[in-house]
């Protein structure tokens, strides 16, 4: 009877351990930034190799322009099996085209910056974000990820992201990531 018991015990643990977690690890594959106007907004990127298996984002983005009700925010999301180009399919998970200030009412705390807000300097605030967006230098560095707002379950393969940010008389600006996912046990 205590052997049977310890087994619950052992099996209750490992799914109270997984629950809310994600189930997938990543690999980046390929992260390109691009603005149309590096006087207005300059973004170097690259991809860090922390050690072995373990890679971090880093990116500089150096923001010299206004936002204003013009200034729009728009994400898709894309999945391959085999990681080829032609193969890639459109997910249902995507920031349709809002404003830059609805984008940071509804993603930006929850996903943003609970990825990234432990290893940049972006702003944070809470509730309601109050304009104006701070010119500023921001840095990314080496970061790590854990998926928070993102899906707990991934089938394996590629997946792309796009974001993308225009304006009036502002820049277009935005990153395409391309990340392997493999799943994970525990």
Known sequence: MPCKSIKIWLLLGLVHGTVGKKHWDYEPVSLVTYSTDDSQMKIES?????????????CTLE???DIDETTMVESSAYQ?????????????????????????????????????GHCSNLPQFEGKFQPPWPKDTYHIDKCVFDGEGLPEVLAPGFYKIVFIVTGTNQPEWGFTIVLKITNKMF
Do not use: C, H
């Open 80 to 116: 391959s099996t085999s990681g080829a180009e032609k193969d890639y399919k459109e997910l249902p998970w995507a920031v349709p085209k809002q404003t830059f200030y609805e984008y940071l009412d509804k993603y930006y705390m929850d996903v943003t910056i609970s990825n990234l």
């Open 63 to 65: 923001w010299k322009y």
């Open 46 to 58: 690259k991809i860090d190799r922390l050690k072995r298996g373990e890679f971090g984002l880093s």
